[in-house]
């Protein structure tokens, strides 16, 4: 599997001056790329560099592996659009969305990140630092810092290139790292979680996660933005970005948090993890326009995704299952109906009388289609019949 490792540079005001000129050089030419694909139809590799690759190496001063890696980011800009737009994500045709996106060349940011393979990127494992190209000649001995994990991962696994990233003032290095799966063991059970708004996930061992005080900051960080944003003004609107990268990361690391519990106590106990599969919810719900926002910002595919790497990660079986009626049906008498659940947080069977709090019950419901279909898939007799 692949993992993303990142580490700090350290460089001295000439070399972070050598690095940003580097940067704002190969954006340049990436953006000569992109024009001459959109304008000769050129989106292959071969094809778009033969049409510009002198021309970038002469007008911009790149070395012949730097002009290459501008050229391949291009390509790779148009083969995104192409399988964004092939998917519906900006719009059917003549939205206003996906005509802003075709009619125009993909442009780069002068400060947008630059990939760099091991031609002009070497690292030295043992003395912690990187020798790099530049515009301004090959900076050796650059110094770099990280966390000893993701030190150790970087020199056992990395492979193919690394992006030069500038960010907020600081230089990072972003390194793939190919780390080889463990077997995926045979589970002794399951973790059933049902994942919410107001209880971000609820295991059917009865742990819950609240969801109330991300919900809060959520809230609050929504407020600023509406204040910024009334201002009409370019220090506001950069603000409000920063304010908006800013809540991204407290989501994640929340999500982090949950599924790094979750995983370590599936692995502990010999059982695998088992999710809803909640595939095109925001397509299917028919929010009220106070619950428009929180649908929208409602991070449970990010939560999903963290528990699938973890899980494969740690050799832990992973399972998605319908997730059709899970909180009005009784898993113990098997009776489905809207009335078994009078109010969001409370269940009642009206056949048996099972009562508990509606998401334990759903995670449940989660655990038994687990350990059905995990049957049905490794049973061959039951497949054929």
Same mark, same amino acid.
């Not at 390509?75 to 737009?85: G, H, W």
């Not at 991962?153 to 600081?170: A, I, Q, T």
């Not at 509406?226 to 304010?243: D, G, W």
């Not at 050799?315 to 809207?338: K, N």
């Given at each position: 599997?692949?993992? #993303? ?54 007008? *911009? ?23 964004? =737009? ?21 442009? *780069? ?32 001995? /650059? ?21 030069? =990233? ?17 077997? =995926? ?87 695998? =993890? ?43 079986? *992973? ?27 409370? *269940? ?17 419901? #989660? ?14 007799? /039951?497949?054929?019949?």
């Amino acid at each position: 599997m692949r993992l #993303v490792v990142q580490v700090r540079l350290l460089p001295k005001p000439e070399e972070a001056s050598a690095l940003q000129r580097t940067l704002h050089a190969c954006n340049a030419a990436a953006n000569r790329a992109s024009a001459a694909a959109y304008s000769t139809g050129k989106r292959s590799r071969n094809d778009l560099q033969r049409e510009v690759y002198a021309e970038l190496k002469a007008d *911009f001063g790149l070395s012949a592996q730097a002009a290459v890696r501008s050229v391949k980011k291009a390509v790779d800009a148009y083969t995104t659009l192409k399988a964004n =737009v092939r998917a519906g994500n900006l719009g059917p045709p003549g939205s206003k969305r996906r005509v802003r996106a075709e009619s125009k060349p993909i442009a *780069f940011r002068p400060d947008a990140a630059q990939p760099y393979d091991d031609r002009i990127l070497s690292w030295q494992h043992d003395s912690r630092t990187v020798s790099i190209w530049t515009t301004a000649g090959r900076l050796k001995g /650059l110094r770099y810092v990280g966390h000893p994990e993701q030190m150790a991962l970087l020199v056992k696994y990395r492979k193919g290139e690394s992006d030069l =990233v500038h960010r907020n003032g600081k230089w990072l290095l972003v390194a793939v790292c190919e780390v080889p799966e463990p077997v =995926v063991s045979e589970p002794r059970g399951w973790i059933g979680l049902d994942r919410g708004i107001t209880n971000l996930a609820t295991t059917s061992d009865g742990t819950n996660y609240q969801g109330r005080r991300l919900g809060r900051y959520r809230r609050w960080q929504a407020r600023k933005r509406a204040e910024l944003q009334a201002r009409q003004t370019r220090s506001a609107s950069r603000r409000a970005k920063r304010m908006a990268r800013r809540e991204t990361r407290h989501a994640a690391h929340a999500n982090h948090r949950i599924s790094k519990e979750i995983v370590a106590v599936a692995q502990r106990t010999g059982r695998g =993890v088992a999710v809803e599969d909640l595939g095109g919810i925001r397509e299917r719900a028919r929010p009220s326009r106070d619950q428009r926002a929180a649908l929208s910002s409602w991070p449970f595919h990010q939560l999903g995704e963290y528990l699938a790497y973890k899980c494969r990660r740690a050799g832990v079986a *992973f399972l998605e299952v319908d997730a059709s009626y899970t909180s009005q049906r009784c898993p113990r008498c098997g009776h489905t109906e809207r009335g078994n659940r009078p109010t969001r947080d409370r *269940f009642r069977c009206r056949r048996c009388g099972l009562a508990g709090p509606s998401d334990h019950v759903a995670g449940v419901n #989660v655990r038994e289609r687990a350990r059905l279909a995990w049957g049905f898939v490794n049973s061959p007799a /039951l497949q054929e019949t």
